[in-house]
């Protein structure tokens, strides 16, 4: 927008009035109150703070997980198993869909963030040449990220690539391979212009450059446009990034720990401290996955266990995943739950709320004063018609107020372990099972109980995708975008409906138009439908 004082309209009109009744002396002074883009970028600071508001974008983008996970072997609606669903059951998805529509304004202001701080630079004088350098290529990577999810997500999507400072109806879509080309030489632009310190998790760098881009290699080689070449990029720039400065946390408890942030184990995440005013709103991943406790005696409202939201709930998959001497199954779900206060017969710390992982008799159950939810009842109406399951604890915030999203704890969006999974994928796909083998095993062993590690060694002739998508549930849960692993390596239908109940009510899903969201509606409006719509919607 060219002008930036919203009263600018209103100082006109009263200029107007006062010039048929004031002073010539009044009438020349300056009006230092009305800024417009010619006259409030004029120093260095000016693309710092564009620089900045960039990153403040990045904010809005990390907050909302609903389409990266929903409708997936991982995660599904609340509820119990009826009624229909647009997300996560196909049934009726259609171009008018909010969370569809919020996702695409997110990113694309995130674009446009980055775009005016891109076109801003060559106009702004004395900026250091070292901080430009740098800030532009923070820039191209920032700007990279969102056209991957949105590629992802809706294939063939808008280019735009220069702020637009006037109307614009008329925009088109490039086709899927011209976007990952952009985005690829968007990437590689940047990448030599980046630090690499490794105690800058909050600013982009060489090492989180280098992981994205190879996400991108890696997603493309599946793609009718891609090549085996492909995985061999991703494979060679995943080991840049393993080679250092980064190192994995030594056990997954002490990764996941509230109190050991940022970690040498993080490459970049969107950092918080708590204070809404500070970082422009909090942080909500201690949302994630879980059911409203707080109807059952002796539970309450409370920051102890978070309240659910993000829109997600786990499925019954999920809980079976980790074998007994996985460490992560404990350090990420909680099983047993306390009482938060005296009351219904229960005193303060008293167990209220049990999941045991192997399923107890109904004597058993009737014998003790708690509840007990067996492994194969998340879906047992208890006339609270909710699911109940472990609750997800991996990004525990007990600082942050019961019911907001006012979390203090960093966002990561990428770290080692991730690195080491898109290497495993990687390889495995370029054809060499041993060097996939080896980087699950590193990862594996990582979260194996003490004296357990030979267990998780993994055997080149068990390495499939579905043996690494496994693998990254269990490390990435709650992290990785589920719905785009799936889709990416041709997964999603068939692991759907082994494994989300509200989908095989429904079984709605049709792969000829289930693989792409729709272009929202009021895109396709305002552009006086030169935006074509996706197959099927």
């Known amino acids: ?122 106009e702004i004088p004395d900026i250091d040449a070292a901080d430009k350098s740098r800030g532009l290529a923070e820039m191209l990577v920032l700007r990279a990220y969102a056209y991957f999810n949105l590629v992802q997500q809706f294939g063939g999507v808008p280019l735009v690539l220069n702020e637009i400072r006037s109307a614009v109806t008329d925009f088109s879509r490039s086709d899927e391979a011209a976007v990952y080309t952009q985005i690829i030489n968007d990437l590689e632009a940047a990448v030599n212009d980046l630090p690499t310190n490794a105690s800058q998790q909050g600013r982009i760098t060489k090492g989180a450059a280098q992981h994205l881009l190879a996400k991108v290699y890696l997603a493309r080689g599946y793609q009718s446009f891609g090549s085996a070449n492909d995985f061999t990029e991703a494979a060679q720039l995943a080991e840049a990034v393993i080679a250092g400065p980064y190192s994995l946390v030594s056990n997954y408890t002490d990764l996941v720990d509230v109190n050991n942030q940022p970690n040498a184990e993080e490459i970049f995440a969107v950092q918080y401290n708590g204070n809404v005013i500070e970082s422009d709103g909090g942080n909500n991943r201690h949302q994630l996955l879980k059911f409203g406790y707080d109807v059952y005696p002796g539970m309450d409202r409370s920051n102890i266990y978070g309240r659910a939201g993000g829109g997600l709930t786990p499925t019954e998959y999920v809980f079976t995943l980790y074998d007994e001497n996985d460490s992560r199954d404990d350090a990420i779900f909680l099983r047993v739950l306390f009482a938060v206060a005296d009351k219904d017969g229960f005193n303060k710390g008293d167990t209220t709320i049990f999941f045991p992982k192997t399923v107890w008799t109904d004597a058993e159950k009737a014998a003790k004063p708690y509840v007990v939810f067996n492994p194969d009842e998340q879906f047992v109406p208890d006339g609270t018609s909710q699911q109940h399951f472990p609750l997800f604890f991996k990004f525990d915030d007990q600082a942050a107020p019961y019911g907001d999203n006012q979390g203090g704890r960093d966002a990561i969006l990428f770290r080692l372990g991730e690195t080491y999974l898109i290497a495993a994928e990687a390889y495995f796909k370029a054809g060499d099972a041993v060097k996939s083998a080896e980087m699950l095993t590193i990862i594996r062993q990582r979260a194996a109980k003490s004296g357990f590690e030979n267990e998780f060694i993994v055997d080149p002739a068990d390495v499939d995708i579905d043996f690494i998508l496994d693998e990254s549930a269990r490390e990435l849960i709650g992290e990785s975008a589920r719905w785009m692993d799936l889709k990416r390596t041709g997964k999603l239908e068939e692991r759907l409906y082994l494994h989300n109940r509200h989908a095989q009510l429904n079984m709605a899903f049709d792969a000829s138009i289930h693989l792409l969201r729709p272009i929202p509606q009021n895109e396709i409006d305002r552009s006086q439908r030169t935006l074509t719509q996706n197959t099927g919607y």
């Open 1 to 122: 927008m060219k002008y930036f004082n919203r009263y600018k309209y209103f100082s006109v009109v009263a200029l107007l009035f006062l010039s048929v009744t004031a002073c010539d002396d009044f009438l020349e002074e300056d009006n230092l109150s009305s800024l417009t883009d010619k006259n409030a970028f004029t120093g260095p600071e000016a693309f710092d703070q564009l620089v900045a508001a960039s990153y403040n974008a990045l904010r809005d983008v990390t907050r909302i997980y609903v389409l990266d996970g929903i409708g997936t072997d991982l995660y599904t609606r609340g509820g119990i198993i009826a009624g229909q669903d647009e997300l996560n059951d196909y049934v009726n998805l259609t171009p008018s869909n909010g969370t569809v529509a919020d996702y695409w304004n997110r990113y694309y202001h995130l674009i446009k963030a980055t775009n005016t701080a891109i076109t801003r630079a060559d």
